[in-house]
């Protein structure tokens, strides 16, 4: 028997429903992000008698993203560990995982202690984008404390010293580093050399800061031997195709010189189980953002400025 087509003004009103829907599930999102309502509320609402229905055809996918700080890599850990497959609305969850679900929304809102400063290292292989991606957290997360390297290279167009890099003398340089107030240096490129001063570093997580500090493989290596408890990320590109086109591309370097750096990114990579947690920049705000998830800061833009190694 052929199927008969609803009318007209019943296929309108349905669209009309279906947006009205998006609109009011988008309200509850937008609600859990800005704080004014809370995750454990909407669940709870959504397994009301009766049930509120924006709050109950919502994704937990959806609710869990719509909170500050957690990120999508935190949600597939969070529903993996819950056991939630990535289709489930809250609503139609079984009565065990709502209960597991409802556990962890009540054990992440009620911790009352404050995040712990943290010191976050961000390595990669060259042409990766970690330049990039610190920039966007100095941008867009006031709250992370960006370390001013120091360099013996000199300024650039534009550079300042003091927020881009601390400009030194090799003189200078080597003072620095025998009286104890270098972190860690290196010799970027066979070429000049970079270094972390310590006093910053020491300054910012006594006042319960969390820094970030945007350096390259044996600079990381050496953070590790000095800090332990550092937590060390390196950057990866999505492919290596996507590496080789990024270095060309930005066409700053001779041939020569790109073909050495990478080769210099193939020994690079291949340290990256040194590390405590690898992020893919496929987008920069996105990999910004999982970077400081490991640090729990909240996002507040604010101008500011760039530092690069």
């Given at each position: ?172 340089f080597d003072r620095l580093v025998e009286t104890g107030q270098m972190l860690e240096t290196a010799t970027v490129h066979n070429a000049f050399r970079y270094g972390t ?113």
């Open positions: 028997m052929p199927r008969i087509a609803p009318p007209d003004v019943d296929r309108a009103a349905a669209a009309q429903a279906a947006v009205a829907a998006r609109r009011a599930r988008a309200a509850v999102k937008h609600a859990i992000h800005d704080r004014s309502r809370t995750a454990v509320d909407v669940v709870e609402a959504a397994w009301a008698d009766p049930p509120a229905p924006a709050e109950s055809s919502l994704r937990v996918r959806e609710l869990l993203t719509s909170i500050p700080s957690l990120g999508p890599t935190k949600v597939a850990r969070a529903m993996q560990q819950l056991g939630i497959a990535e289709s489930k609305r809250v609503g139609g969850l079984g009565v065990r995982q709502r209960r597991r679900l409802l556990e962890w929304l009540h054990e992440r809102e009620n911790r009352g202690t404050p995040t712990p400063s943290r010191l976050v290292v961000l390595a990669g292989p060259t042409a990766v984008g970690k330049g990039a991606v610190s920039t966007h957290i100095r941008e867009n997360y006031p709250d992370v404390h960006l370390s001013v390297s120091a360099t013996t290279r000199a300024p650039r167009s534009g550079e300042v010293n003091g927020v881009n890099y601390f400009f030194v003398s090799d003189a200078e001063p310590r006093a910053p570093i020491d300054e910012a997580l006594a006042e319960g800061k969390s820094v970030l500090l945007e350096i390259d493989l044996q600079g990381a290596r050496s953070v590790r031997a000095e800090m332990p408890e550092a937590v060390l990320v390196f950057l990866l590109p999505p492919s290596w195709e996507e590496l080789v086109r990024r270095l060309i591309g930005r066409d700053t370097e001779d041939p020569v010189e790109q073909q050495r750096r990478l080769e210099t990114a193939k020994i690079e990579l291949a340290a990256q189980d040194e590390f405590d947690h690898r992020v893919v920049n496929h987008e920069v705000g996105q990999a910004a953002r999982e970077v400081v998830e490991l640090m729990a800061i909240p996002h507040t833009p604010s101008p500011s400025r760039p530092n690069r190694r």
